[in-house]
């Protein structure tokens, strides 16, 4: 169950060691990061006073839902290579066996999740949370996942960058 994931976090931190101190000076990753470090904290915040937290921990707790183990098998090396670029620990360990590794006891332990996590609100959620505050929460998804999109390009495209500049020079020596 939980063999895929352990392979990405294990090639995010390769690729946090190798590209980390490369791609954080990058003016244009670094301000990609801050732009999405902030929309993250606003999506938190409105998952937080809308009460959609409190509602999906009930679930996670029990192992339910989005939260059940396996869900974090859609994370792949680059989103945790963000999560790394952000200071996050990675750490996975489930607290049940039916519970989605990144859970904890407060909630999600990712800073960014994945799509499938984000966008999904389930009709519990429709139905007690007011409609126009829904759409806030649903408008700074949208805001974080274009971040989080064009983010996760730009570090493709600069790891790419810096893997033919490292094999230019394996092989002028
Ligand atoms: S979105 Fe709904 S079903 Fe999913 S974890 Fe939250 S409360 Fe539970
Ligand atoms: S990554 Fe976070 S939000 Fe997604 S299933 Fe796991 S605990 Fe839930």
Known sequence: MYHYIRKNIESARKLYQTFGSRLAPDQDIASRLERLKKSTQNTQEKFSSTGISAECRKCGEKGQDCCRAGTENNCDDILL?????????????????????????????????????????????????????????????????????????????????????????????
């Open 81 to 173: 290579l963000i999560n790394l670029l952000l200071g996050g620990a990675l750490c996975h360990k489930p607290i049940a066996p039916t519970a989605c590794g990144f859970l904890d006891r407060q909630g999600c332990t990712l800073i960014v999740r994945h799509v499938i996590c984000l966008n999904y609100l389930c009709q519990t959620i429709q139905q007690k949370i007011d409609h126009k505050r829904l759409i806030a929460v649903q408008q700074a998804i949208g805001r974080e996942l274009d971040l989080q999109f064009v983010l996760s390009e730009k570090i493709k495209e600069k790891i790419k960058e810096l893997s033919i500049t490292v094999q230019r020079v394996k092989t002028s020596l």
